[in-house]
Protein backbone atom coordinates (compact mmCIF):
# COMPACT_ATOMS: atom_id res chain seq x y z
CA UNK A 1 0.00 0.00 0.00
CA UNK A 2 1.54 3.42 -1.32
CA UNK A 3 -1.25 6.08 -0.51
CA UNK A 4 -4.10 6.79 1.39
CA UNK A 5 -5.67 10.19 0.23
CA UNK A 6 -7.54 10.52 -3.06
CA UNK A 7 -8.63 13.29 -4.59
CA UNK A 8 -11.00 14.20 -1.72
CA UNK A 9 -9.49 12.87 1.21
CA UNK A 10 -9.53 8.82 1.96
CA UNK A 11 -12.96 7.03 0.75
CA UNK A 12 -13.54 3.46 0.08
CA UNK A 13 -15.89 0.26 0.85
CA UNK A 14 -16.05 -0.06 4.96
CA UNK A 15 -13.62 -2.77 6.80
CA UNK A 16 -11.58 -3.07 3.74
CA UNK A 17 -7.88 -0.73 3.50
CA UNK A 18 -8.26 1.98 4.14
CA UNK A 19 -11.52 2.45 5.76
CA UNK A 20 -10.67 0.09 8.76
CA UNK A 21 -10.62 0.68 12.42
CA UNK A 22 -6.76 -0.17 12.45
CA UNK A 23 -6.05 2.57 9.76
CA UNK A 24 -8.31 4.95 11.26
CA UNK A 25 -7.03 4.38 14.62
CA UNK A 26 -3.20 4.73 13.64
CA UNK A 27 -4.20 7.57 10.89
CA UNK A 28 -5.25 9.37 14.69
CA UNK A 29 -1.32 8.50 15.53
CA UNK A 30 0.11 9.89 12.75
CA UNK A 31 -1.97 13.22 12.64
CA UNK A 32 -1.20 13.69 16.60
CA UNK A 33 2.52 13.49 15.21
CA UNK A 34 2.78 15.60 12.38
CA UNK A 35 1.03 18.38 14.80
CA UNK A 36 2.80 17.17 17.81
CA UNK A 37 5.14 20.61 18.43
CA UNK A 38 1.50 23.07 18.44
CA UNK A 39 0.90 24.47 21.49
CA UNK A 40 -2.80 23.67 20.99
CA UNK A 41 -3.90 20.64 19.67
CA UNK A 42 -7.58 20.17 19.40
CA UNK A 43 -9.85 18.32 16.59
CA UNK A 44 -13.48 18.38 15.65
CA UNK A 45 -15.17 15.47 14.57
CA UNK A 46 -18.47 15.61 12.54
CA UNK A 47 -20.19 12.64 10.67
CA UNK A 48 -23.13 11.99 8.40
CA UNK A 49 -25.07 9.18 8.74
CA UNK A 50 -23.22 5.77 8.18
CA UNK A 51 -23.78 3.00 9.95
CA UNK A 52 -19.67 3.05 10.38
CA UNK A 53 -19.24 6.51 11.24
CA UNK A 54 -19.45 5.81 15.06
CA UNK A 55 -17.04 3.24 14.63
CA UNK A 56 -14.63 5.30 12.31
CA UNK A 57 -15.09 8.28 14.92
CA UNK A 58 -14.35 6.19 17.75
CA UNK A 59 -11.37 4.24 16.40
CA UNK A 60 -9.81 8.19 15.27
CA UNK A 61 -10.60 9.36 18.84
CA UNK A 62 -8.53 6.79 20.26
CA UNK A 63 -5.57 7.18 18.34
CA UNK A 64 -5.64 10.98 18.54
CA UNK A 65 -6.29 11.30 22.11
CA UNK A 66 -3.25 8.96 22.45
CA UNK A 67 -0.72 11.58 21.11
CA UNK A 68 -2.03 14.41 23.66
CA UNK A 69 -5.08 16.02 21.02
CA UNK A 70 -8.19 16.56 22.58
CA UNK A 71 -11.25 15.62 20.28
CA UNK A 72 -14.34 17.68 19.85
CA UNK A 73 -17.68 16.16 18.54
CA UNK A 74 -20.36 17.25 16.87
CA UNK A 75 -22.42 14.59 15.99
CA UNK A 76 -23.82 14.67 12.42
CA UNK A 77 -23.54 17.35 10.68
CA UNK A 78 -22.73 18.20 7.30
CA UNK A 79 -19.18 18.79 5.54
CA UNK A 80 -19.50 22.48 5.75
CA UNK A 81 -20.62 22.66 9.19
CA UNK A 82 -17.49 20.91 10.19
CA UNK A 83 -15.75 23.42 8.22
CA UNK A 84 -17.16 26.54 9.74
CA UNK A 85 -17.43 24.93 13.52
CA UNK A 86 -13.61 24.15 13.14
CA UNK A 87 -13.48 28.42 12.18
CA UNK A 88 -15.85 29.28 14.87
CA UNK A 89 -14.17 27.61 17.70
CA UNK A 90 -10.50 28.58 16.31
CA UNK A 91 -9.68 24.63 16.56
CA UNK A 92 -6.41 23.32 14.66
CA UNK A 93 -8.36 20.73 12.83
CA UNK A 94 -11.81 19.53 11.60
CA UNK A 95 -12.17 15.92 10.61
CA UNK A 96 -15.43 14.85 8.54
CA UNK A 97 -16.24 11.12 8.20
CA UNK A 98 -18.06 10.71 5.61
CA UNK A 99 -18.11 9.48 1.59
CA UNK A 100 -20.39 12.19 0.55
CA UNK A 101 -22.69 10.91 -2.71
CA UNK A 102 -21.36 7.17 -2.08
CA UNK A 103 -23.58 4.52 -1.07
CA UNK A 104 -23.92 3.56 2.96
CA UNK A 105 -21.20 1.12 2.82
CA UNK A 106 -18.29 3.31 1.89
CA UNK A 107 -17.54 6.11 3.89
CA UNK A 108 -14.37 8.24 4.32
CA UNK A 109 -12.08 10.49 6.12
CA UNK A 110 -11.17 14.37 5.24
CA UNK A 111 -9.85 17.21 7.12
CA UNK A 112 -10.07 21.17 7.49
CA UNK A 113 -7.26 23.05 8.80
CA UNK A 114 -8.00 25.59 11.25
CA UNK A 115 -9.62 28.72 8.85
CA UNK A 116 -11.91 25.64 7.38
CA UNK A 117 -9.95 25.01 4.44
CA UNK A 118 -8.71 21.12 3.34
CA UNK A 119 -5.85 20.24 3.53
CA UNK A 120 -3.07 20.68 1.30
CA UNK A 121 -1.75 17.90 -1.08
CA UNK A 122 1.91 18.03 0.61
CA UNK A 123 -0.14 18.24 4.32
CA UNK A 124 -1.71 14.92 3.50
CA UNK A 125 1.50 13.33 2.02
CA UNK A 126 3.38 14.05 5.05
CA UNK A 127 0.63 12.75 6.84
CA UNK A 128 0.62 9.75 4.43
CA UNK A 129 4.37 9.28 5.23
CA UNK A 130 4.36 9.48 9.14
CA UNK A 131 1.38 6.88 8.64
CA UNK A 132 3.09 4.22 6.22
CA UNK A 133 7.08 5.04 8.46
CA UNK A 134 4.63 4.20 11.67
CA UNK A 135 6.64 7.41 13.04
CA UNK A 136 3.92 7.85 15.42
CA UNK A 137 5.59 5.22 17.72
CA UNK A 138 8.25 7.53 18.62
CA UNK A 139 5.87 9.76 20.51
CA UNK A 140 5.77 9.17 24.26
CA UNK A 141 2.54 10.19 25.91
CA UNK A 142 1.13 8.86 29.14
CA UNK A 143 -0.91 9.45 32.17
CA UNK A 144 -2.22 13.03 32.10
CA UNK A 145 -1.04 13.95 29.28
CA UNK A 146 -3.14 11.76 26.81
CA UNK A 147 -6.02 13.97 25.22
CA UNK A 148 -9.32 14.03 26.85
CA UNK A 149 -12.95 13.78 24.89
CA UNK A 150 -15.81 16.37 25.13
CA UNK A 151 -19.00 17.27 22.38
CA UNK A 152 -20.94 20.57 21.22
CA UNK A 153 -24.44 20.19 22.27
CA UNK A 154 -25.41 23.26 20.43
CA UNK A 155 -23.48 22.55 17.21
CA UNK A 156 -26.35 22.52 14.88
CA UNK A 157 -27.58 25.57 16.36
CA UNK A 158 -25.04 27.33 15.62
CA UNK A 159 -24.57 26.13 12.12
CA UNK A 160 -27.81 27.09 10.94
CA UNK A 161 -27.13 30.35 12.75
CA UNK A 162 -24.26 30.58 10.48
CA UNK A 163 -26.38 30.09 7.29
CA UNK A 164 -28.97 32.52 7.91
CA UNK A 165 -26.61 35.40 8.59
CA UNK A 166 -25.80 34.44 4.62
CA UNK A 167 -28.65 35.31 3.55
CA UNK A 168 -28.92 38.90 1.30
CA UNK A 169 -30.49 42.04 3.11
CA UNK A 170 -33.03 42.12 0.15
CA UNK A 171 -33.92 38.28 -0.13
CA UNK A 172 -37.84 37.66 0.30
CA UNK A 173 -39.52 34.57 1.13
CA UNK A 174 -40.36 33.47 -2.24
CA UNK A 175 -43.97 32.17 -2.63
CA UNK A 176 -42.77 28.68 -3.76
CA UNK A 177 -44.16 25.46 -3.13
CA UNK A 178 -41.14 23.77 -2.49
CA UNK A 179 -39.89 20.02 -1.75
CA UNK A 180 -36.20 19.10 -0.80
CA UNK A 181 -34.75 15.80 -0.70
CA UNK A 182 -32.05 15.31 2.00
CA UNK A 183 -30.89 12.22 0.67
CA UNK A 184 -31.11 10.14 4.25
CA UNK A 185 -27.88 12.19 5.20
CA UNK A 186 -26.27 14.78 7.22
CA UNK A 187 -28.87 17.61 6.22
CA UNK A 188 -31.82 15.53 6.92
CA UNK A 189 -32.29 17.40 10.71
CA UNK A 190 -30.71 20.46 10.17
CA UNK A 191 -32.97 21.32 6.80
CA UNK A 192 -36.19 20.76 8.48
CA UNK A 193 -34.89 23.15 11.58
CA UNK A 194 -33.84 26.27 9.26
CA UNK A 195 -36.26 26.51 7.02
CA UNK A 196 -39.30 26.70 9.80
CA UNK A 197 -36.78 29.01 11.16
CA UNK A 198 -36.65 31.26 8.44
CA UNK A 199 -40.88 31.16 8.47
CA UNK A 200 -41.02 28.84 5.19
CA UNK A 201 -44.62 27.80 4.83
CA UNK A 202 -44.66 25.60 1.86
CA UNK A 203 -41.97 23.60 2.46
CA UNK A 204 -41.96 19.19 2.28
CA UNK A 205 -39.03 17.99 3.49
CA UNK A 206 -38.56 14.02 1.94
CA UNK A 207 -35.99 10.98 2.62
CA UNK A 208 -34.79 12.87 6.34
CA UNK A 209 -35.35 9.75 8.43
CA UNK A 210 -31.57 8.26 8.17
CA UNK A 211 -31.11 4.97 9.64
CA UNK A 212 -27.81 4.02 8.58
CA UNK A 213 -28.35 2.16 5.65
CA UNK A 214 -30.43 4.55 3.96
CA UNK A 215 -28.58 7.44 3.23
CA UNK A 216 -28.28 8.51 -0.60
CA UNK A 217 -29.80 5.05 -1.18
CA UNK A 218 -32.60 5.81 -4.68
CA UNK A 219 -32.45 9.79 -3.08
CA UNK A 220 -30.71 12.97 -3.15
CA UNK A 221 -28.11 14.67 -5.33
CA UNK A 222 -26.98 11.39 -7.65
CA UNK A 223 -30.30 10.66 -7.74
CA UNK A 224 -32.97 12.54 -8.61
CA UNK A 225 -35.69 10.28 -9.89
CA UNK A 226 -37.52 10.72 -6.41
CA UNK A 227 -37.43 14.19 -6.43
CA UNK A 228 -38.47 14.58 -9.84
CA UNK A 229 -41.64 12.63 -9.43
CA UNK A 230 -42.59 14.53 -5.69
CA UNK A 231 -42.20 17.91 -7.69
CA UNK A 232 -44.53 16.58 -10.22
CA UNK A 233 -47.11 14.98 -7.93
CA UNK A 234 -46.80 17.96 -5.44
CA UNK A 235 -47.34 20.59 -8.36
CA UNK A 236 -44.29 22.02 -6.55
CA UNK A 237 -42.78 25.29 -7.77
CA UNK A 238 -38.96 23.48 -7.45
CA UNK A 239 -37.22 20.94 -5.55
CA UNK A 240 -33.75 21.20 -4.05
CA UNK A 241 -31.70 17.72 -3.80
CA UNK A 242 -28.71 17.43 -1.26
CA UNK A 243 -25.77 14.79 -1.94
CA UNK A 244 -24.81 12.44 2.06
CA UNK A 245 -23.29 15.43 3.49
CA UNK A 246 -24.90 18.04 2.27
CA UNK A 247 -21.66 19.80 0.22
CA UNK A 248 -23.48 20.38 -3.22
CA UNK A 249 -27.36 20.74 -4.36
CA UNK A 250 -29.03 19.80 -7.28
CA UNK A 251 -32.21 21.67 -8.50
CA UNK A 252 -35.46 20.31 -10.28
CA UNK A 253 -37.65 22.52 -11.96
CA UNK A 254 -41.85 22.49 -12.00
CA UNK A 255 -41.83 20.30 -15.24
CA UNK A 256 -39.79 17.72 -13.12
CA UNK A 257 -36.51 19.20 -15.45
CA UNK A 258 -33.09 18.77 -14.00
CA UNK A 259 -31.20 22.18 -13.33
CA UNK A 260 -27.53 21.56 -12.73
CA UNK A 261 -24.73 23.71 -10.83
CA UNK A 262 -23.70 25.16 -14.33
CA UNK A 263 -27.23 26.57 -15.15
CA UNK A 264 -27.54 27.23 -11.05
CA UNK A 265 -24.60 29.45 -11.29
CA UNK A 266 -25.90 31.23 -14.27
CA UNK A 267 -29.37 32.20 -13.14
CA UNK A 268 -27.51 33.72 -9.60
CA UNK A 269 -24.68 35.24 -12.35
CA UNK A 270 -27.71 36.62 -14.75
CA UNK A 271 -28.76 38.44 -11.54
CA UNK A 272 -26.08 40.01 -9.67
CA UNK A 273 -23.63 40.57 -12.38
CA UNK A 274 -25.54 43.46 -13.52
CA UNK A 275 -25.57 44.91 -9.51
CA UNK A 276 -21.28 44.27 -9.27
CA UNK A 277 -22.15 41.84 -6.38
CA UNK A 278 -19.54 39.31 -8.45
CA UNK A 279 -16.44 41.08 -7.18
CA UNK A 280 -14.50 40.78 -11.09
CA UNK A 281 -17.31 39.36 -12.84
CA UNK A 282 -15.30 36.13 -13.27
CA UNK A 283 -16.59 32.64 -12.43
CA UNK A 284 -14.54 29.53 -11.95
CA UNK A 285 -15.79 26.24 -13.32
CA UNK A 286 -14.28 22.79 -14.39
CA UNK A 287 -13.49 21.08 -17.74
CA UNK A 288 -17.00 19.24 -17.30
CA UNK A 289 -18.93 22.04 -17.08
CA UNK A 290 -21.38 22.53 -19.96
CA UNK A 291 -18.94 24.63 -23.10
CA UNK A 292 -22.40 26.80 -23.23
CA UNK A 293 -21.79 28.06 -20.12
CA UNK A 294 -18.91 30.12 -21.16
CA UNK A 295 -20.67 31.13 -24.46
CA UNK A 296 -23.65 32.49 -22.15
CA UNK A 297 -21.41 33.94 -19.28
CA UNK A 298 -19.60 36.01 -21.57
CA UNK A 299 -22.79 37.30 -22.94
CA UNK A 300 -24.07 38.69 -19.95
CA UNK A 301 -20.67 40.77 -19.23
CA UNK A 302 -18.83 37.99 -17.47
CA UNK A 303 -15.80 35.86 -17.73
CA UNK A 304 -15.16 32.31 -17.10
CA UNK A 305 -11.58 30.69 -15.79
CA UNK A 306 -11.92 26.60 -15.79
CA UNK A 307 -9.67 24.24 -13.98
CA UNK A 308 -9.48 20.56 -12.97
CA UNK A 309 -12.76 18.88 -11.46
CA UNK A 310 -12.47 18.86 -7.62
CA UNK A 311 -13.76 22.01 -5.03
CA UNK A 312 -10.21 21.96 -3.55
CA UNK A 313 -9.24 23.08 -7.22
CA UNK A 314 -12.07 25.81 -7.91
CA UNK A 315 -11.37 26.99 -4.70
CA UNK A 316 -7.34 27.71 -5.68
CA UNK A 317 -8.28 29.15 -8.99
CA UNK A 318 -11.17 31.54 -7.19
CA UNK A 319 -8.52 32.78 -4.45
CA UNK A 320 -6.17 33.40 -7.40
CA UNK A 321 -8.49 35.31 -9.31
CA UNK A 322 -10.82 37.22 -6.89
CA UNK A 323 -13.89 35.59 -7.64
CA UNK A 324 -16.76 35.49 -5.85
CA UNK A 325 -18.39 32.70 -7.70
CA UNK A 326 -17.29 29.59 -8.32
CA UNK A 327 -18.84 25.86 -8.81
CA UNK A 328 -18.97 22.29 -10.65
CA UNK A 329 -21.77 21.32 -12.63
CA UNK A 330 -22.83 18.72 -10.04
CA UNK A 331 -23.91 21.11 -7.76
CA UNK A 332 -20.53 21.62 -5.62
CA UNK A 333 -20.73 25.63 -5.33
CA UNK A 334 -19.04 28.06 -3.75
CA UNK A 335 -19.58 31.95 -2.50
CA UNK A 336 -16.29 32.34 -1.57
CA UNK A 337 -17.94 35.79 0.34
CA UNK A 338 -19.41 33.56 2.80
CA UNK A 339 -16.95 30.68 3.18
CA UNK A 340 -14.46 28.33 1.15
CA UNK A 341 -16.88 25.70 0.86
CA UNK A 342 -19.55 24.08 -1.00
CA UNK A 343 -22.39 24.47 0.94
CA UNK A 344 -25.99 22.60 -0.47
CA UNK A 345 -28.12 24.08 1.98
CA UNK A 346 -26.72 27.68 1.14
CA UNK A 347 -25.98 27.26 -2.42
CA UNK A 348 -30.43 26.66 -1.86
CA UNK A 349 -31.15 29.60 -0.23
CA UNK A 350 -28.86 31.77 -2.55
CA UNK A 351 -30.68 30.53 -5.71
CA UNK A 352 -33.99 31.61 -4.29
CA UNK A 353 -32.73 35.01 -3.70
CA UNK A 354 -31.76 34.89 -7.39
CA UNK A 355 -34.74 33.56 -8.36
CA UNK A 356 -36.62 36.10 -6.33
CA UNK A 357 -35.61 39.09 -8.44
CA UNK A 358 -38.49 38.63 -10.79
CA UNK A 359 -41.67 36.56 -11.09
CA UNK A 360 -39.94 34.10 -14.09
CA UNK A 361 -40.70 30.27 -13.08
CA UNK A 362 -36.86 28.82 -12.70
CA UNK A 363 -37.79 26.36 -15.96
CA UNK A 364 -37.60 30.21 -18.14
CA UNK A 365 -34.28 31.19 -16.11
CA UNK A 366 -32.66 28.32 -16.23
CA UNK A 367 -33.42 28.12 -20.27
CA UNK A 368 -31.83 31.50 -21.10
CA UNK A 369 -28.00 29.36 -20.48
CA UNK A 370 -27.10 27.90 -23.89
CA UNK A 371 -26.45 24.30 -23.70
CA UNK A 372 -24.20 21.94 -26.08
CA UNK A 373 -25.72 18.22 -25.56
CA UNK A 374 -23.82 16.32 -23.19
CA UNK A 375 -23.31 12.35 -22.58
CA UNK A 376 -21.77 11.65 -19.73
CA UNK A 377 -21.05 7.88 -19.10
CA UNK A 378 -19.61 6.00 -16.33
CA UNK A 379 -17.59 2.44 -16.86
CA UNK A 380 -16.81 0.23 -13.81
CA UNK A 381 -13.33 -0.56 -13.80
CA UNK A 382 -11.25 -3.04 -11.86
CA UNK A 383 -8.01 -1.09 -12.81
CA UNK A 384 -8.10 1.90 -14.19
CA UNK A 385 -4.32 2.57 -15.25
CA UNK A 386 -4.31 -0.60 -17.08
CA UNK A 387 -7.29 -0.24 -19.09
CA UNK A 388 -6.29 3.55 -19.97
CA UNK A 389 -3.16 1.80 -21.33
CA UNK A 390 -5.36 -0.36 -23.72
CA UNK A 391 -4.18 -0.19 -27.25
CA UNK A 392 -8.21 -0.68 -29.30
CA UNK A 393 -9.31 1.96 -26.23
CA UNK A 394 -6.43 4.68 -27.41
CA UNK A 395 -7.59 3.61 -31.21
CA UNK A 396 -10.77 4.45 -30.44
CA UNK A 397 -9.59 7.84 -28.13
CA UNK A 398 -8.07 9.29 -30.91
CA UNK A 399 -10.70 8.46 -33.54
CA UNK A 400 -12.90 10.07 -31.41
CA UNK A 401 -10.58 13.34 -30.95
CA UNK A 402 -10.59 13.48 -34.98
CA UNK A 403 -14.48 12.86 -34.97
CA UNK A 404 -14.92 16.06 -32.13
CA UNK A 405 -12.49 18.11 -33.44
CA UNK A 406 -14.15 21.69 -34.25
CA UNK A 407 -17.45 20.05 -33.60
CA UNK A 408 -17.59 19.56 -29.62
CA UNK A 409 -14.82 17.93 -27.52
CA UNK A 410 -14.45 14.88 -25.25
CA UNK A 411 -13.45 14.43 -21.27
CA UNK A 412 -11.47 11.16 -20.07
CA UNK A 413 -11.22 10.82 -16.60
CA UNK A 414 -10.84 8.11 -13.65
CA UNK A 415 -12.65 8.84 -10.69
CA UNK A 416 -10.27 9.45 -7.76
CA UNK A 417 -12.67 8.33 -5.18
CA UNK A 418 -14.58 5.39 -7.30
CA UNK A 419 -13.25 2.62 -9.82
CA UNK A 420 -14.68 4.39 -12.86
CA UNK A 421 -13.68 5.77 -15.72
CA UNK A 422 -16.14 8.87 -16.90
CA UNK A 423 -15.66 9.71 -20.34
CA UNK A 424 -17.67 13.05 -21.10
CA UNK A 425 -18.75 13.66 -25.08
CA UNK A 426 -19.97 17.05 -25.50
CA UNK A 427 -21.29 18.94 -29.13
CA UNK A 428 -23.85 20.90 -30.44
CA UNK A 429 -24.81 18.20 -32.55
CA UNK A 430 -26.52 15.06 -30.83
CA UNK A 431 -26.08 12.43 -33.46
CA UNK A 432 -22.17 12.63 -33.11
CA UNK A 433 -22.52 11.64 -29.31
CA UNK A 434 -24.88 8.61 -29.50
CA UNK A 435 -22.95 7.01 -32.54
CA UNK A 436 -19.71 7.54 -30.02
CA UNK A 437 -22.20 6.49 -27.13
CA UNK A 438 -22.79 3.16 -28.59
CA UNK A 439 -18.95 2.52 -30.02
CA UNK A 440 -17.94 2.86 -26.36
CA UNK A 441 -20.70 0.70 -24.87
CA UNK A 442 -19.92 -1.96 -27.07
CA UNK A 443 -16.18 -1.56 -26.60
CA UNK A 444 -16.20 -1.73 -22.53
CA UNK A 445 -18.61 -5.11 -22.77
CA UNK A 446 -15.97 -6.60 -24.78
CA UNK A 447 -13.69 -5.03 -22.22
CA UNK A 448 -14.75 -5.87 -19.52
CA UNK A 449 -15.28 -9.67 -20.39
CA UNK A 450 -11.31 -10.09 -20.78
Known amino acids: MTELFGTDGIRGLVNKYPLTAEVAFNLGRAVGYYYQNKDKKNALIGKDTRLSGDMLEAALTAGLCSTGFNVITAGIITTPGVAFLTKYFNIELGIVISASHNPFHDNGIKFFNGNGYKLSEKQ ?42 TIPNHFII ?29 IKIINN ?20 LQVLQDNADLGFAYDGDADRALTVDEKGQIVDGDQMMFIYAYHFLKKGELGNNTIVTTHMSNMGFDETIREIGGKVIRTDIGDKYVLKKMIENNSYLGGEQSGHIIFLKYGPHGDGIETSIQLLSALGENDEKISSQAAKMKKYHQKLLNFTIKNKQLFLQDNKFREIKEEMLSAFKFKGRILIRPSGTEKIIRILLESKNEDILEYWENVLNEYFEIYTKK
Open 209 to 228: VPDGYNINYKCGSTYLKTLQ
Open 174 to 202: PDYKIIIDCANGASSKITEELFNRLNFKN
Open 124 to 165: EKDIENIFFNESYAKLNISGSNIGKVESIKNATDLYISHIIK
